[in-house]
């Protein structure tokens, strides 16, 4: 069956430092792959999406990359801020189908001051 | 506003005790979902629906109902909701080909007693 893995325990950095998140996935063929961020009582909130056809995806401070030979992509947040702590999360989907995302459960971050 | 609304936002009722929570969008969108979350599982799709008056299960449906015969709403049924349903649930909306672009509701914290 799919399973998607990322790191279960919290990641704690220092403000100012580079975040990296890693999402791994097995028996799974992507079309496309998102990240999400959730903060505690809220909905996921999409932040970006790559496809399998591409590598590095960037948005500001934030950048994402994709390798399907892997199955594994690392999501970074350069320059973090305490405002960037929260939950994390990796969806793969498909293009037809369902279309249901497939999440991992998330991985939590906290950015000290 | 753009945005996906439910209610109600918590919810402590009994089992066996029906209930509905609703889901509406205001985005027009044609895709309509309900995942539930629980913790160290991720997000998982209850059913969806692909347009008014087609609906079909997802990952998780025992025990669910969904009917969908306005575009804008997509409730959730619990006919006869028990203990193991007590989750944390979202409803997402996103235009039918561009399923990758959903957009999630606050979420619905259900506790079953």
Not at chain 1, 32 to 49: I, K, S
Not at chain 1, 76 to 86: F, L, R
Not at chain 2, 66 to 85: D, H, T
């Amino acid at each position: 069956s799919q399973k998607i893995e990322q790191n279960s325990e919290a990641l704690n950095i220092q403000e100012g430092k580079t975040a990296t998140l890693t999402c791994n996935y097995t028996n799974y063929s992507p079309a496309y792959l998102q990240w999400y961020r959730q903060d505690p009582g809220r909905g996921p909130v999409f932040l970006l999406l790559i496809r399998e056809n591409e590598k590095e995806k960037r948005k500001e401070r934030l950048k994402v990359t994709f390798d399907t030979t892997l199955k594994q992509s690392l999501f970074h947040i350069t320059a973090s801020q305490p405002a960037d702590s929260a939950t994390y999360l990796c969806a793969l989907g498909q293009y037809t189908g369902r279309r249901a995302l497939t999440f991992g459960s998330g991985t939590r971050l906290q950015v000290q001051p | 506003e753009a945005q996906v609304t439910q209610n109600p936002r918590y919810l402590i009722t009994v089992t066996g005790k029906k209930l509905t929570v609703t889901c509406s969008q205001n985005m027009n969108h044609e895709y309509m979902s309900w995942y539930r979350q629980d913790p160290g599982l991720g997000l998982r799709q209850i059913y969806y629906s692909m347009n008014v008056e087609v609906t079909d299960k997802g990952d998780v449906p025992e025990g669910y109902k969904v009917s969908r015969k306005e575009k804008r709403n997509f409730p959730l049924i619990l006919e006869s909701p028990s203990p193991n349903q007590t989750s944390l649930y979202f409803c997402a909306s996103s235009l039918r080909d561009r399923a990758y672009e959903q957009y999630f509701g606050p979420g619905t914290r259900l506790t079953v007693t």
